[in-house]
C-alpha cells in the first residue's frame, strides 16, 4: 500500500519584509485511499503545503521530510515527482497558447510512464473521460486553458488526473469557483479516480460543499502554518458552524 508522509515540515518563503516562516511544523500520513480534507482561513498555508509537495522554487524547506513510499520527494525535482505518484491540481490553472490539450495531455502521460501509450486505447480513454466530465470533444484541439472558463479549467485539471492516473492527488480549493453542476461533475471525477486507482486525496477547501460529494475520511484544521485539530467528516459540520476564530484566539494566546 502506497502512503505519503510529512513529518515536522518546515517551509520559508522570501518577502519584501525580509524572510517568513509560513509551515511551522506540520505532520501528516495520507494512505492510498484516503481522503484528507484540510480547511483553514485564509492565510493560513494550505497553499503553500501543496505546492511545497508538488515542488515549486518559491517555497524553501528548511526542516522536515516529504517521503512517498519511503522516497524523499524534496530530493526530486517537479518532473520526478509526477512520475513516482503525484500530482496537484491548481487553484489558478495557467494558461498555454500553442499547445493543445490532445497534444499536452499525451505528452505529459508519456513523460510520466517513460513510453507512449497505444494511440487506439489512448483516444478511447481520452473520449470516455471527456465524456464523463461533460466536456465537449472540441476542446481537445483548444490551447490548453485559453479562453476557458473557470469550470472548464477545473474540469481539464480532472481530465489529467483521470487519465494521468497519479497515487496522489493535491487538490488545491479545486472546487472555488465552480457552479453547483459544475462542483457534481468534477467531484464524481475525483471519485471515479478514487475506485478505479486507489488514489489518495489531499483536498484544500475553505468550504463544506464539495465535502458533501468528495466524502473525507480525515478533516485537519489549518491554523497559522500547522494543524491546530483533526478528525473526522462532522469536524467540517462544526466548522462550518463555528468558524476560525477560536483557533486563532488560541494560537495568538500560545504566541
Known amino acids: 500500500m502506497s502512503v505519503l508522509e510529512i513529518k515536522n515540515l518546515h517551509v520559508n518563503v522570501e518577502t519584501d519584509q525580509g524572510t517568513r516562516e509560513i509551515l511551522r511544523g506540520v505532520d501528516l500520513v495520507i494512505n492510498e485511499g484516503e481522503i484528507h480534507a484540510i480547511m483553514g482561513p485564509n492565510g493560513s498555508g494550505k497553499s503553500t503545503l501543496a505546492y511545497t ?3 515549486h522554487p518559491k517555497y524553501n524547506v528548511v526542516e522536515g521530510e516529504i517521503l512517498l ?3 524523499n520527494v524534496l530530493e526530486m525535482s517537479v518532473d520526478e515527482r509526477a512520475r513516482v505518484g503525484l500530482f496537484l491540481a491548481m487553484q489558478y490553472p495557467v494558461e498555454i497558447p500553442g499547445v493543445t ?3 499536452f495531455l499525451r505528452t505529459a502521460k508519456t ?16 473520449r470516455e473521460s471527456m465524456k464523463n466530465l461533460k466536456m465537449d470533444k472540441a476542446f481537445a484541439e483548444r490551447n490548453v486553458n485559453e479562453g476557458f472558463s473557470g469550470g472548464e479549467k477545473k474540469r481539464n485539471e480532472i481530465l489529467q488526473l483521470e487519465l494521468l492516473k497519479p497515487k496522489f492527488a493535491v ?7 465552480l457552479d453547483v453542476d459544475a462542483l457534481k461533475i ?3 471525477g475525483v471519485n ?3 475506485a478505479n486507482t486507489g488514489l489518495g486525496v489531499l483536498l484544500i477547501t475553505h468550504y463544506t460543499r464539495i465535502l458533501r460529494y468528495i466524502k ?5 484544521v489549518f491554523v497559522a502554518g500547522r494543524i491546530a485539530e483533526q478528525g473526522g467528516p462532522e469536524l467540517a459540520d462544526r466548522l462550518e458552524e463555528e468558524g476560525y476564530d477560536r483557533y486563532q484566539v488560541a494560537e495568538s494566546a500560545a504566541e
Open 53 to 55: 509537495i508538488a515542488g
Open 69 to 71: 513510499d519511503g522516497e
Open 101 to 103: 490539450v490532445t497534444n
Open 111 to 126: 513523460a510520466i510512464d517513460g513510453e507512449a501509450p497505444s494511440v487506439r486505447t489512448w483516444v478511447k480513454d481520452v
Open 171 to 177: 487538490l488545491d480549493e479545486t472546487d472555488s469557483g
Open 186 to 188: 468534477v467531484s464524481e
Open 192 to 194: 471515479r479516480a478514487k
Open 216 to 220: 473525507p475520511d480525515f478533516v485537519h
